[in-house]
């Protein structure tokens, strides 16, 4: 780690807005932000960043990361050394596709032996809900889970159970004296079920199909439901990867009425919309659903209103064959959109067509993730006292996506051959270089496990 090092730009975005600013780093750490020409130390290195913004690093607190256990699927090298390439310098890892899930403190062990020293940027945990581990997640919150994760629907895995009301009944009120967020998967199964029963006499390999079959009112209902149950039991709910913007408005509505809810959308929703899908086109199956120009347009209204607080990757890639591209079938290929390392650049691109400015970015992508799981002291901002994680953003760098240059384990996204506005130029992980764009990824990992002081 640089003792000692100054970074001094023409724009480096601070909690006061976009200005020159020297930020003087100690051991890792933002010790002041200064002004430009600040004198620096005598013995010091100082990097001058010209023009280019200097941003918070993001946190990206969706990731799939799903090892130990199909780690043929990602893995901690590869997904952190994709997430420093785009200027992710903190990850909070998913709990399922893991094997095993992180549903225990056990597992939550096995996780962690098999992150240690193999992550190019700082790394978290979230433990899951499934029914009938209530008991376990006391000891998985002193453990280090920073946030806690369930489905409603089937996860797509055997080993990670949705939850039913009666689950929630027993989890929520130990969560809410944990004081840590529950992430919600929010889809009703009963509306899907009916929903897909409809879409079967479709032809599978049209996205339509597929997208009738996972409506709109799925997440609505799943939304009022969890919405309820936070009332009744004070725990704080945050509703994942949101694709519809009624269900925005939603959350916002329910938020004014003193409910701790707050939610997510994520660059897919974002960039894409459902009518320009290709037939066959499996990539982009997620789920929920990309929706159509109404719904995405209306997602940017929402975060732009602040309806929704924060953009994360929902990264959840797999192995190519589970795609099922050779069929096509939107119903049997795998649901999971790899972006990692894009996730800045399509952000970026969506706002830069809307003139919106690039403090916002750094709230939507950096700020509100590190607040919503407790990092908002620590990471997240420029400012005094924060970790040194930030990034060198070209705004006006263009990018055409090529597989080459993924750096996660398998280069299947829907993004690839899409043509991108900015550019991470460099990433710095508590003042040490993780990534260069000229050379790629620092040759050693850079990045730490986020727990506590005694693990
Ligand atoms: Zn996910």
């Avoid at 060198?392 to 263009?398: A, C, H, N, V």
């Amino acid at each position: 780690m640089d003792a000692s090092l100054v970074i001094r730009g023409q724009r480096v975005v601070t909690p006061g807005g976009t200005r020159p600013a020297a930020i003087h780093i100690e051991g890792g750490r933002i010790v002041r932000v200064g002004q430009h020409d600040d004198p620096t130390g005598v013995d010091g290195r100082v990097l001058d960043a010209g023009d280019l913004v200097v941003m918070p690093g993001l946190v990206d607190t969706h990731v799939h990361v799903n090892e130990p256990g199909r780690t043929d699927w990602e893995g901690f090298e590869t997904a952190t050394r994709a997430a420093a390439a785009g200027g992710v310098t903190t990850l909070l890892d998913m709990p399922l596709n893991s094997v095993p899930a992180t549903t225990s403190a056990a597992a939550l062990r096995a996780k962690i032996a098999a992150a240690r020293g193999k992550t190019w940027v700082d790394v978290g945990f979230i433990g899951g809900v499934v029914p009938g581990n209530a008991a376990s997640l006391g000891r998985l919150a002193r453990e280090g889970v920073l946030a806690f994760k369930c489905f409603l629907v089937p996860s797509g895995v055997p080993e990670f159970e949705g939850v039913k009301t009666e689950d929630l009944h027993q989890a929520m009120p130990v969560i809410a004296e944990l004081g840590l967020p529950l992430m919600v998967h929010a889809e009703l199964p009963d509306v899907i079920e009916a929903a897909t029963l409809d879409a079967t006499a479709g032809d599978p390999t049209k996205y339509a199909t597929y997208r009738a079959s996972r409506p709109p009112s799925s997440e609505h209902e799943a939304i009022a439901l969890v919405t309820r149950l936070a009332e009744v039991t004070a725990a704080h709910v945050h509703i994942v990867h949101v694709s519809s913007a009624a269900s925005a408005t939603m959350i916002a509505a329910a938020r004014r009425r003193g409910v701790h809810i707050s939610g997510e959308s994520c660059p897919h929703y974002l960039h894409f919309e459902a009518d320009q899908i290709p037939d066959g086109a499996t990539e982009y199956k997620c789920a929920p659903p990309i929706r159509g120009a109404d719904d995405r347009d209306g997602l940017w209204a929402s975060l732009v209103a602040g309806d929704l607080a924060m953009i994360v990757s929902d990264h959840s890639p797999c192995p190519p064959i589970m795609k099922r591209r050779d069929a096509g079938d939107f119903f049997v290929a795998w649901g999971g959109i790899a972006s990692l390392q894009l996730g800045a650049s399509v952000v970026w691109t969506g706002m830069r067509t809307r003139h919106l400015p690039i403090e916002r970015l750094s709230e939507w992508m950096s700020a509100a993730p590190a607040g919503l799981v407790r990092l908002g002291e620590r990471k997240g901002r420029i400012a005094a006292g924060y970790d040194a994680d930030l990034v060198l953003f070209d705004p006006d760098g263009e990018l055409t996506v090529r597989a080459g240059e993924l750096l996660h384990r398998h280069p299947v996204t829907p993004y690839l051959g899409a043509r991108l506005r900015g550019t991470v130029e460099a990433t710095y992980v508590r003042g040490t270089l993780a990534f260069d764009r000229r050379t790629g990824p620092a040759a050693t990992p850079t990045g730490q496990l986020l727990l506590p002081p005694d693990s």
